[in-house]
């Protein structure tokens, strides 16, 4: 099957890069030309482990082509994927500009009866008014083309994505037509998802089941974080409560790691896309509600916990280490790292930091902030009031304290993500705060 994959951004790249690897004809389309010259000459436009072999391996073999030409992509191709940016706006509702520009590219020049595959995410009815707005435009134009929708939600982790995409939990098709499910079936007709578990259903309960699962991936983060404080009052350990609830088949130990709270492209974007859906229909959702109410609350517990632990924080030397919202990747989009910063230095804090893929963006995004950018983590600990550990970045388990408590100010270590045990950080001579921890 010759495929199309309009959106060269993350979920689109790594679409593109797996289908080709898998023996299909990709080509990625996206109007971005500094984004696409990258692409031809070899350079990857974020950091994904094992992202850039393949891409490298693929296109070299003709399997996965770069194009700005949109219309030559869509006229050679047989299954069009729509994978471009839904960001929300601030009312929580998601940003469709994108997905109906890329709808209008596709039926100015669809040349034949074309499967649209809508891969980004999107509030329910969606792609049931991209249909009509798609059928629309070719009528206009005194056209009589065939072509379907179908809903294909991605579940891609950041860090994880390619073994996610190759090996999902599950594939989710959604769409009313026969035929449409039976040509989205083919392209997932291969032997690494030979075991994987089709979920065919409606366009609107696809819809509805990317959104339902982000927010309760969410609620479930929420969850641990209010166990963890409640254990923090009452000297109980989370990490043996959640390992314990995590043994309950019912419940699953993914996700009961508590922090700062929960960050990314897709968790806080969605629950209040779900959000906003629900009160359009005139409904509120009260544990929907609560999710980013409480995750705020466990930001500003957190704040407060390290201020806490320096006493006056003017003029005190804060070590961040982590600026990613999570290991194995660079994005910082809603990272609890940035609204650390931003509180510290408003009470005139000062701030050095420190992570291994991050700090060109944090540097690119966040020019006004006034962070020392260390070249290593043991730099950034140097004369230190207090060393936040914010990111589970895996190298961050090597730290040698026996060294770093000869550099810095005041021997102090806020592990929001408890990569440590709380005995061992006290034996090298600080002060230990953990999340659920004594």
Excluded at 197 to 211: G, W
Excluded at 367 to 387: H, K, M, Q, R
Aim: proline share 4%; net charge negative.
């Amino acid at each position: 099957m010759s495929i199309c994959v309009i959106g060269t951004g993350y979920v689109g790249l790594i679409t593109g890069v797996c289908l080709a690897d898998s023996g299909m004809n990709v080509i990625c389309a996206d109007k971005n030309e500094d984004l696409i010259s990258k692409l031809q000459n070899g350079e990857i436009p974020f950091y994904e482990p094992d992202l850039e072999p393949l891409i490298k391996k693929n296109h070299s073999s003709g399997k996965l082509r770069f194009t700005t030409d949109i219309t030559v992509a869509v006229e050679n191709s047989s299954c069009v994927f729509i994978t471009v940016g839904t960001p929300g706006l601030e009312d929580g509702s998601a940003d469709l500009t994108y997905v109906y520009r890329a709808a209008r590219e596709i039926a100015g020049c669809i040349n034949g009866y074309k499967l649209i595959i809508i891969k980004s995410t999107v509030p329910v009815g969606t792609c049931k008014r991209i249909k009509s707005y798609i059928d629309d435009i070719i009528k206009k134009t005194g056209r009589n083309i065939e072509f379907d929708i179908v809903s294909n939600p991605e579940f891609l982790r950041e860090g994880t994505a390619i073994s996610d995409f190759n090996f999902p939990d599950r594939i989710v098709i959604g769409t009313d037509n026969e035929k449409a499910a039976a040509l989205t079936s083919e392209i997932y007709e291969l032997p690494i998802f030979e075991n994987t578990p089709v979920i065919l259903t409606t366009v609107e309960t696809a819809e509805m089941i990317k959104y339902a699962s982000n927010a309760f991936l969410a609620a479930k983060i929420s969850f641990i974080n209010e166990i963890a404080n409640l254990c923090e009052l009452c000297g109980a350990d989370v990490g043996v409560v959640a390992k314990a609830m995590g043994l309950d088949k019912r419940i699953g130990e993914k996700f009961l790691n508590p922090g700062p709270g929960f960050a990314g492209s897709c968790f806080p974007k969605d629950t209040r896309a779900l959000l906003k859906t629900a009160n359009d229909l005139g409904y509120d959702p009260e544990i929907i509600s609560s999710i980013m109410k409480s995750n705020l609350s466990q930001r500003k517990k957190t704040v407060q916990k390290i201020i806490n632990s320096v006493g006056d924080p003017a003029d005190k030397t804060f070590t961040v280490l982590g600026l990613s919202f999570k290991p194995e990747t660079e994005d910082i989009r809603e990272s609890a790292s940035i609204y650390i910063i931003e509180e510290l230095l408003s009470v005139g804090g000062i701030i050095r930091a420190y992570d291994p893929k991050a700090m060109n963006n944090m540097k690119k995004l966040y020019p006004e902030l006034a962070v020392d950018y260390c070249g290593d983590a043991l730099t950034a600990c140097e004369g230190s009031d207090c060393i936040i550990i914010a990111t589970e970045w895996e190298q961050f388990f090597d730290l040698d304290f026996k060294i770093i408590k000869d550099i810095v100010n005041k021997p102090v270590v806020i592990d929001l993500r408890n990569m440590f045990e709380p005995g061992y950080i006290k034996d090298n001579g600080f002060m230990y705060t953990g999340v659920g921890k004594q």
